[in-house]
């Protein structure tokens, strides 16, 4: 509770007392600021992938005159570029209608930035975030991109945040484009699940009908520096559905994913998979429902079952930027016979006479 007050009372202090803007430059002399957003290039590793050049971000810049620097100057800082939607035109990433040049004094600017990951920045309630630069209650600068989300109005949305680019003079040439680096990284937890049986079983189906999460926080306030995500009080979902009505035939041999996306399905929608960065607690739970089919000549027995789990006892934890995977591995108990012959009682002997 104490770091969401704090995120709440830097979003107040956003509109009380933000910091003295600087006028961009706006001369066609001068460079022109470009966005190099992070593709999979040589110079990255293969864990990171391209930002579609359909969607948008959103960034924000200060300014810090010449010889000093973010680390050092922090509390300097003026506002330079303030909220800008960034977007793909012609080969580069800037604003679409507002050009933007780097400053002439020898001054340097530091980026923040943030995406929802797809074409445009609307958001559902309950959510929205700024670039905040405040003074925090231990005397030091805090905030960067802060703010609020809930997975229950943004249902699958990706909120990114960029790394801080700091004390950029130019376009730089760092991945595929030229421009600011902007390296955005996943701050909520994404959650697959994958199915498979123990062994073959003869005449056995097993259908997945549903996997669901019960009681886990949907909304958290957000804020970059220090990094932290706090989920919001007892914001809690009775239940946040992974998959329905899936009909999902579980095979042996190996794990299968099962999607989330539902293909097809009239009046069936598309499950959850990103939700909410959290610890877990002895209420929140992951709930399989699924059928076994038995074949008994011509007629087929169906058994309805559920197995409930505590989400602890997986995983004590989902963090910002994990995908965490849950392998549903199905059995049976077989049945043996335990045979024993009772022994033979013994009656009383009946008695006959031979005399002759």
Known sequence: ??????????????????????????????SEITFNVAP????????????????????????????????ANNSEAQMYIDGS?????????????????WPKDGGSLTFFAYSYNKKD???????????????????????????????????NVDFLVADIAADKTENENNYAHTGVPTL??????????????????????????????????????????????APGGNDFLPDQVY?????????????IAVPAEIKGGAGVEDGQYIYIPQEFNDNSYIVITYTVETV??????????TKTVKVKDVFPKWEMGHRYTFNLTFSLNEIHWDPAVENWIDDEAGKITIDR
């Open 1 to 30: 509770m104490k770091k969401e007050m704090f995120v709440l009372a830097v979003l107040a202090t956003l509109a009380a007392c933000s910091k003295t803007e600087v006028t961009p430059v706006a001369s066609n002399v001068n």
């Open 40 to 71: 999979r290039t040589k110079a990255l590793s293969q864990t990171q992938t391209d930002f579609d050049h359909n969607n948008v971000f959103v960034s924000y810049a200060y300014y810090l005159g010449p010889g000093k620097t973010w680390a």
């Open 85 to 101: 939607t960034i977007s793909y035109n012609g080969n580069l990433w800037k604003n679409e209608t507002t050009s933007y040049y």
């Open 121 to 155: 920045m609307t958001v559902g309630d309950n959510s929205g975030f700024a670039c905040v630069w405040a003074l925090g209650e231990d005397g030091q600068y805090q905030g960067g991109i802060t703010g609020h989300f809930d997975v229950a109005t943004n249902k």
């Open 184 to 229: 955005f990284r996943h701050k909520l937890s994404m959650v697959n699940v994958a199915a498979n049986l123990a062994e073959d079983y003869a005449n056995k189906k097993f259908i997945l009908n549903s996997v669901k999460f019960t009681n886990l926080y949907h909304y958290a306030t957000y804020s970059q520096i220090p990094e932290m995500m």
């Open 243 to 255: 998959a329905e009505n899936v009909g999902f035939e579980v095979k042996s041999g190996k794990l």
């Open 296 to 305: 008994v000549g011509n007629n087929v027995v169906k058994e309805e079952c």
